[in-house]
Nanobody
Framework: QVHLVESGGGLVQAGGSLRLSCAAS????????MDWFRQAPGKEREFVAA????????YYADSVKGRFTISRDNAKNTLYLQMNSLKPEDTAVYYC??????????????????WGQGTQVTVSS
């Protein structure tokens, strides 16, 4: 019952910034922990970041910590991912996701309840 639609992807030069948005529709958006995942061609989908239901806690993969910032606005039913200091290895399809756990941690893709369709991020060197 939660539909997720990502936007904001595109082409950016290495060292640049990009801001992704995820618009959620449904009756219980604020009851879900929200996550970002990414998947590059030929690679498994990997966890990027998570944020708690009331936005009090965040968790980041080591590969993006210090460069990416996850945030949410429950009043707008929107999730964000601010990406700074982008590297070519950040190139991937980025997915917004929702899960029912109350704790914030690195989540395996198998535990996710709802997925967005993905948005392409390409970082040129």
């Amino acid at each position: 019952q939660v539909h997720l639609v990502e936007s904001g992807g595109g082409l950016v030069q290495a060292g640049g910034s990009l801001r992704l948005s995820c618009a959620a529709s449904g009756r219980t958006f604020s009851s879900y922990t929200m996550d970002w995942f990414r998947q590059a061609p030929g690679k498994e989908r990997e966890f990027v970041a998570a944020i708690s239901r009331s936005a009090g806690y965040t968790y980041y993969a080591d590969s993006v910590k210090g460069r990416f910032t996850i945030s949410r606005d429950n009043a707008k039913n929107t999730l964000y991912l601010q990406m700074n200091s982008l590297k070519p290895e950040d190139t991937a399809v980025y997915y917004c996701a929702a899960d029912r756990f109350g704790s914030v941690q690195a989540m395996p893709p198998s535990i996710i309840d709802y997925w967005g369709q993905g948005t392409q991020v390409t970082v040129s060197s």
